[in-house]
Each structure stands twice: as C-alpha cells, then as structure tokens.
C-alpha cells in the first residue's frame, strides 16, 4: 500500500511550521525602521536600504517576504506600506504600536527555550522584576507602554468614569493604562503602584507625557501589602498570571484593601483560561511563555480567578472581552 494512502499527509504539522516565519520577517522590519523609512512613499530597496545603512541585496529579500505577508505593497517603482502598516508601523503616528515589538523580541527568545525550562524544571529565561538588567527592563517597558495606553483607553469607552475619582495601577509597569484614562477624564488623580526599580523606569518614560502631571507613585509590592491609601478603581494588568497561586490570591485580598467601597477592580492580562484549559487560544499559549519566565507565573482558568475574588471579599464578579480580544475581570468591593 502506497505511505500517503496508509497514512495522513502532514499537513498540519507544516502549516504550525510555516506560522512563525511571517511573524518573524515581520518583526525584523519593525525593528528595522522599514515601515518607518517608507512613511507614505513608494521607494526601492536600493533606497530603503541606503536609508536604513544596510545591504541592499540582502534588504529585498526582507521587502518581499513582508509583501507576500501583505503588509507591505509592491509597486512597479518600488515598495509601500499597506494602509495597516501606515497607520500601526510608521513612528509617530498616533496608532504606533511597533515598540511592543521590543517587547516581542524577549518573549519570542523566551518561546523557543520551553523544552529547556521541562527538561531543568526551572525558567530557562528567568525574569525577575527586582534585579532585572535596567537596559533589558527598559526595553520591555517600551513594549508594554502602546499595549497599556490602548487598555486604559478602551477600559475608559467600556466604564463609566463620572463616579470615579481616584485610580491606581497595580504593578502597571510603565504606567500608561492611567494615561488612556486621564484622556478620558483629565482630573483623575492617579497612582502608580510599583517596585522600587519599575518606578524609577516609569518615571523616566512619562517624563515628557503631559497626561502624567501630578501622578503619585508609591512604591510597594501588592503580594505583601495594599496601597498606602484608598481608591475608586484598581487595575491588575498582567500582574496575576506572573505570580504563584498563593501570591495570586494574596494580591486580590491586598488590592481589596486598596479600594473604598463600591470600588472596582478590573483584572486583565493574556493570561486568563476559559475552565477548559484550551481556550482562549493566546492564554493556552502564553501559559509556556511563563513556564520560561518566572518561576511560578502561568494562565490561570475563570474558576481560579472566581475562587480569590469571593476569598478577598468582592461581588458583582464578571468575565468580559475587550475590543482588542483580551480577556477582562470586573469585580466590585461592597
């Protein structure tokens, strides 16, 4: 009997193959400056690449893997950027988003350590928020800056802020979700909770953020502690999913506390599972980029999450989805 009558051909197994590629080709022109470069022209590669000091040869091939993806367009006089790659990729654009690309850079390194980190039970990409490199830590918080200032937004479009007066970011890194919402309501009188080191960083990249006037920024670890004072609003973003189960819950008590009542904290990150641990997709996946970062970190099912929200003392417990597709927790402190 012929094998490909006896047996199915690979075809899935090829196409997961195929997947990485264009993301990568993508992420090498990001941090290129390609999409950058071109703006709103049409160029060559000779062009680009002398634009960018690079080899031209060497250059088009990067051009045409990203118009075979399509974010990139060709033309009989050269290459252009597709109208998302205009809007999202060109710097300085209102929509930019390609610095969480240097956010990218380390969990995709991280990604391809995951049969390491089984095989040495441990993180074979440890990340430590305390004692990270400065240059590494600076760079993820760029990363992560676009992503929170789009949370804060949307979080602004989906709540209602005029009972609100007060909000705190809970190990929010570089601070920008409070940004997304101080656009909403200019007055909101803000804190950034945060370690030592992550504080200092924040500072640094909302120096020139006009929005950031006035924010308060304590420094603090919420798994030992609540804030030094009360709230209407609290945020965890992607702060559980890098904590161990016990740490996890006493975080949720301490954000309780953090709170007045009738407060609400909003809880998001790619790190939460539907009970069925297969879905959503990005929290399944996430859950090894973890496994090779932290060394109790990981996604956490609705269950779970229900389970310390009741614990600490919260009601109206609910689970919702953002237009970006991240998964959201609303709880409220009676």
Avoid at 171 to 187: M, V
Wanted: charged share 20%; proline share 5%.
């Amino acid at each position: 009997m012929p094998f490909e009558n006896a047996h199915p051909q690979p075809t899935l197994i090829q196409s997961l193959q195929a997947s990485v590629a264009p993301a990568f080709a993508l992420h090498a022109g990001v941090m290129l400056g390609v999409f950058t470069i071109l703006g709103e022209a049409t160029l060559s590669a000779d062009e680009v690449a002398k634009l960018l000091d690079v080899d031209p040869r060497r250059l088009e091939r990067l051009l045409y893997a990203l118009v075979a993806t399509g974010i990139l367009e060709i033309r009989d006089d050269g290459f252009r950027n597709s109208l998302e790659a205009a809007v999202y990729l060109v710097r300085g654009k209102p929509g930019y988003i390609g610095d969480e690309h240097q956010l990218f850079d380390q969990l995709w390194h991280a990604d391809l350590l995951t049969a390491t980190s089984i095989r040495q039970r441990q993180p074979a990409a440890k990340h430590d928020f305390a004692c990270a490199d400065p240059g590494s830590s600076r760079a993820f918080f760029r990363g992560l800056a676009p992503i929170a200032l789009i949370f804060g937004r949307r979080l602004a479009e989906m709540i209602d802020l005029r009972e609100v007066n007060s909000a705190i970011d809970i190990g929010g890194g570089p601070g920008h979700s409070l940004i997304g919402l101080r656009e909403t309501k200019p007055g909101l009188r803000l804190t950034l909770l945060e370690l030592a080191p992550s504080v200092a960083l924040a500072k640094e990249l909302l120096a020139d953020e006009p929005l950031a006037d006035g924010m308060e920024f304590e420094i603090g670890d919420i798994v030992q502690a609540p804030s030094a004072t009360t709230h209407d609003l609290a945020i965890l973003k992607a702060v559980i999913q890098v904590l161990s189960p016990q740490d996890a819950a006493a975080a949720i008590r301490n954000a309780h506390a953090s709170l007045n009542s009738g407060g609400r904290l909003f809880i998001s990150g790619v790190g939460i599972l539907n009970d069925d641990r297969v879905s959503p997709l990005e929290a399944v996946f996430y859950n090894l980029t973890f496994m090779n970062l932290y060394s109790d970190g990981a996604s956490y099912t609705r269950s779970e999450y229900s389970r310390w929200l009741s614990e600490a003392g919260f009601g109206e417990i609910t689970f919702g989805t953002m237009p970006s597709g991240s998964q959201l927790i609303s709880a409220r402190k009676p």
